[in-house]
């Protein structure tokens, strides 16, 4: 059976940020406004009244301190709090498509690779522009690569899954170089009125480049040693938007047709499954905690991160074993924990080992046990 490596990793970063003082200003400022409107009501007892947020809150709930946007000024517009995307000609590239490329190009840079090299495009999102033509049709057009792609969404967990499927693909030969796209466009499913998530996602864009050993040139090669993949069926993390909407005009601009959860539901279910996955592979794989360098988990909640790798480790981990993104780009789905690989692997030695780990809506969980050759 042939090695198969990570041989290159891309990243997009949008040009505006928010932080969370201007969150709060904005959702406190719709707040007031909310509650004056509907001041009668809430002093009947009819309605209640929406409590404010602050900066602090967000932090200490979550470890985020700011996140990257496609657009700032309509999410922080408090008469809007939508970002402001307007819709292109079918003849222009898409919004997620353009993402794609400047991420994929910063990859194929670092792999060494040409579009004529790679023959298979997965793009692996929470939320898809357009059900049809696939993203990753488009992003192979835009690119010039031969060959073939397809769409896939695992919510959180996508980009640990298609690097799975684009192992499986090296490994059947139905593919020899595979391009993984994460074009996470998060701002647009949260619902910016809601005090307990509208401070959780970001945007970005994610590459990766899955390959056989046998032709990667690229300076850094990442063995996938192992890849395990679980899901469990919950509905504490739910989106119910779809093109069935339609069919029932009630459910149109409902809360649920936008991102919801059971924050303290996920965080007591989901951590125990994660740090349980991760210790059964490496036992499985003969590998001790101990010998970890580094855990490249998914950028939720500091909180749940701390725990997972307490669990893992037997111990507190130190920052630089289970490194933070989320602070800086707060939670961007599938590419949160390929952020995390991207930027904190540059001290890796040959023979170090990592893993790489998603988990999210589903639920689903990803974990892929990295070598540096």
Not at 158 to 183: E, H, K, M, W, Y
Not at 218 to 225: G, H, P, R, W
Request: with cysteine.
């Amino acid at each position: 059976m042939p090695d198969v490596v990570i041989s290159g990793t891309g990243l997009y970063t949008p040009a505006e940020s928010i932080s969370n003082e201007e969150l709060v200003a904005s959702f406190n400022a719709y707040v007031e406004a909310y509650n004056a409107a509907n001041a009668d009501a809430i002093a009947a007892g009819e309605l209640p009244p929406l409590q404010p947020s602050s900066a602090e809150f967000i932090e200490k709930a979550s470890g985020i301190k700011s996140r990257y946007v496609m657009n700032k000024s309509g999410i922080l517009d408090p008469q809007r709090m939508v970002p402001d995307l307007p819709e292109r000609p079918d003849r222009e590239p898409s919004i997620q498509c353009e993402m794609a490329v400047a991420a994929a190009r910063e990859a194929m840079q670092q792999a060494r690779k040409s579009a004529t090299d790679i023959d298979a495009v997965i793009v692996a999102a929470s939320n898809m522009q357009r059900p049809y033509p696939a993203m990753a049709v488009e992003i192979q057009d835009a690119l010039g690569i031969d060959g073939y792609g397809f769409d896939m969404n695992v919510a959180c967990s996508s980009a640990t899954f298609a690097i799975q499927q684009a192992r499986d693909a090296v490994l059947t030969g139905s593919a020899s170089c595979v391009l993984l796209l994460n074009p996470e466009i998060c701002s647009g499913h949260l619902n910016f009125r809601d005090r307990d998530s509208h401070f959780i996602f970001g945007d970005v864009c994610t590459a990766v480049i899955v390959e056989r050993a046998g032709t990667a040139t690229a300076d850094e090669q990442f063995l996938l040693v192992d890849s395990k993949l679980r899901t469990i069926y919950s509905n504490n993390i739910r989106n119910n938007f779809g093109f069935l909407n339609r069919a029932d005009e009630s459910g149109v601009g409902k809360p649920d047709k936008l991102f919801v959860q059971e924050g303290r539901k996920v965080f007591k279910e989901v951590c125990p499954e994660v740090a349980k996955q991760i210790s059964t592979q490496l036992d499985a794989l003969d590998i001790e905690p101990s010998s970890l360098k580094r855990m490249w988990l998914h950028q939720a909640n500091l909180s749940m991160n701390q725990l997972i790798s307490r669990r893992v480790l037997g111990r507190e981990a130190r920052p630089d074993e289970a490194p933070t993104i989320l602070d800086e780009y707060a939670n961007t789905s599938s590419a949160g924990s390929v952020i995390a690989f991207h930027k904190h692997r540059a001290d890796f030695a040959p023979g170090d080992i990592g893993v790489l780990c998603s988990f999210g809506a589903g639920y689903s969980i990803g974990s892929v046990v990295l070598r540096r050759l």
